[in-house]
């Protein structure tokens, strides 16, 4: 296989939650069909190319593969009168919410043109956002047990400030994390975030006590993810 390790990088801006949904589907497949190509004609071999997008979504509610319909805690009305919408989705993992001031992250990978470990891959994300987080002089880790990143994830004062839930076949992922940074956090008051239903959920603005520009933690997440894979950003 011809290793690739440039990553086109686009920030999507505002967007609705189903029109990057189906923008993400749409790269998705057709890496998923160069690479079965590939296989069946491996002597006329497609390079294969590698996305990394940033996007914040209006108001909206997703439930994982995995998730439980009664981790949501509004009915339609209530989520019309909140101005948000919900999805059922195809990532692992159970239910978050996604909005404004938060950042979005959707690789969409070719894994084999970096490693073929999905628990690596998982981990190598959370790094880059805690390296971020190191940036601004929050300490963050990990959580045993549990995906995304944590702060006092030793003691019993830890609050979840970026989940995960990604998706991935034939190597090739897609969805990803959700970031607070600015994020309105009484939208997690109406739902049991991944499922957890004691622990607290933050951001940075939160733990900092003022608004961060989103803009220089986009591009201080970027950098960090590029050099862990080991990716060269081109636009």
């Known amino acids: 296989m011809i290793k690739n390790k440039e990553v086109k990088f686009e920030d999507w801006g505002l967007m609705d939650y189903q029109k990057a949904w189906d923008k993400q589907e749409e790269i998705f497949a057709e890496t998923v069909a160069i690479k079965t190509k590939n296989r069946n004609n491996p002597e006329n071999e497609n390079r294969t190319e590698n996305h990394l997008v940033f996007v914040e979504h209006p108001h909206v509610y997703t439930l994982g593969k995995s998730g439980k319909q009664e981790n949501l ?3 339609n009305q209530q989520l019309i009168e909140k101005g948000a919408s919900y999805y059922k989705i195809n990532r692992g993992g159970d ?3 996604h ?3 938060q950042i979005v992250g959707y690789p969409i990978l070719d894994l084999d043109h970096f490693f073929t470990d999905i628990h690596l891959y998982l981990r190598t994300l959370e790094e880059a956002v805690i390296l971020t987080l190191k940036d601004y002089g929050i300490p963050a880790a990990r959580y045993p047990g549990f995906t995304g990143v944590w702060i006092d994830a030793d003691n019993e004062k830890a609050r ?3 989940a995960m839930g990604v998706r991935c076949s034939r ?3 897609m969805h990803g994390f959700a970031f607070n940074v600015n994020t309105d956090l009484d939208y997690f008051k109406n739902i049991i975030p991944c499922g957890i239903d004691d622990k607290d959920v933050t951001s940075m603005q939160r733990e900092l006590g003022k608004e961060i520009n989103i803009d220089e933690v986009k591009e201080n997440l970027k950098n960090h993810i590029s050099v862990l894979f ?3 950003i081109i636009k």
Do not use: E, R, S
């Open 73 to 75: 805690l509004l009915a």
């Open 95 to 97: 239910i978050t919410y």
């Open 99 to 101: 909005g404004p001031g």
């Open 160 to 162: 979840k400030i970026c």
């Open 171 to 173: 190597w090739v992922t």
């Open 230 to 232: 080991g990716m060269t």
